[in-house]
């Protein structure tokens, strides 16, 4: 069962399952979003091998998004098209028409910038080939030939829960993945109520408990695992990075690319009076920092083109880039900071004890692999 945000700190602190799922342990996040977090979960793999990392990436030359160059949308009044619901039907209306089958959304990405930027989730991360040439856990089960469901990630949480116990129950399934997202959106809001975050966590447990119940009934031997991404910050403050690059008059697509996401801001050059003038502001930013060749390497995004930036300046935690490309507005609680942040922190909580504990998230697939290959 993976439940996005269910973070360390908010498990210890409430004692989420305690009873239930003894055998718990802190996991180190995936360095950025559920974007390249659960590609990382699904193949085992860092971004560098399964190229997905924050969702958008410089590469104007082949840009599904080439079209926007022809229409007037910048023109259009953003106090309408800058919404959250409008753009969303928009995002609707573009994936239909490029024949995406990933997760995809506009977001606050400015209309007339998109030409310049590919989007790295065009297809379905959770089906066959997914993320071919790796293979992902559907290919793994697939080749192992068992039953199996695996949740409908554009499906509502309740319905995904509710077919996952239906299933249990009529034992038909050797290994489910319950996929559940909800909980992130509402930490994003409510990560300072902790008596709101308890009464959320009450209603996971008693499916947690549902679930567990149905599989005593229909099996003679389970393992439940209960997994998730990353935790969820806190807001502490924001910067406006955006307008002070805007403001030294440079041309977005001719002197440089960027895209700004919420934690931290990536950086594309073309000439080097542009990487000095830009550098200077970046460099004078405080509580941020440039990540390193080392620090790079060890997130795993040591990308040897660049592919999602030459430069890569991240916040300390709990502070938002607003207004950015993700949102124009700061969110109560936010993700994608250091690992090292005691907030972002994964957790793994099982009823049994796994043959190795997992450090990393990308070391569930070792676990659900084996498990696999064990049935």
Request: glycine share 6%; hydrophobic share 35%; net charge negative.
């Amino acid at each position: 069962m993976f439940i996005d945000a269910l973070g360390w700190e908010i498990v210890s602190k409430h004692g989420f399952c305690n009873e239930e799922l003894p055998f718990r342990y802190p996991v180190k996040m995936q360095f950025g979003y559920s974007s390249t977090a659960l590609p990382t979960i699904l193949s085992g793999r860092k971004p560098t091998e399964h190229k997905h990392f924050s969702f958008y990436y410089y590469n104007p030359e082949k840009s599904p998004f080439k079209i926007f160059r022809c229409l007037m949308l910048k023109y259009l009044p953003g106090r309408i098209f800058n919404r959250w619901r409008v753009r969303h039907v928009l995002s609707r209306i573009i994936k239909k028409l490029y024949g995406f089958t990933g997760y995809f959304e506009l977001y606050s990405m400015p209309f007339d910038r998109l030409p310049f930027f590919d989007y790295c989730e065009k297809k379905d991360i959770f089906a066959a080939d997914g993320l071919a040439p790796l293979k992902n856990l559907c290919d793994v089960l697939n080749e192992a030939g068992i039953p199996y469901l695996i949740s409908d990630w554009r499906k509502p949480e309740e319905y995904n829960i509710r077919q996952m116990r239906t299933a249990i129950n009529d034992g038909n399934i050797e290994f489910g993945f319950l996929y559940t997202a909800d909980f992130d959106g509402f930490l994003h809001d409510h990560i300072s109520d902790s008596g709101a975050v308890a009464r959320k966590l009450a209603e996971y447990e008693q499916e947690v408990k549902r679930l567990l119940r149905a599989a005593e009934d229909n099996y003679d031997d389970f393992t439940f695992a209960l997994i998730s991404d990353h935790g969820m910050t806190p807001l502490r403050e924001t910067r406006d990075l955006k307008t002070r690059i805007d403001q030294l008059g440079l041309k977005f697509g001719k002197d440089y690319a960027a895209v700004y996401d919420s934690t931290m801001a990536r950086f594309w050059f073309f000439s080097q009076s542009a990487r000095l003038r830009i550098m200077e502001v970046l460099a004078g930013e405080e509580n941020a920092g440039l990540l390193t060749p080392e620090q790079k390497q060890e997130y795993g995004i040591d990308f040897p083109d660049n592919m999602f930036g030459e430069e890569i300046l991240l916040f300390d935690p709990g502070i938002q880039i607003v207004p950015g490309d993700m949102s124009l507005k700061a969110l109560g609680g936010m993700h994608g900071y250091s690992p090292q942040d005691k907030d972002s922190m994964a957790s793994y909580l099982s009823n049994r004890e796994p043959v190795r504990p997992p450090e990393w998230v990308g070391d569930y697939f070792t676990i659900m692999r084996e498990r696999i290959d064990n049935n």
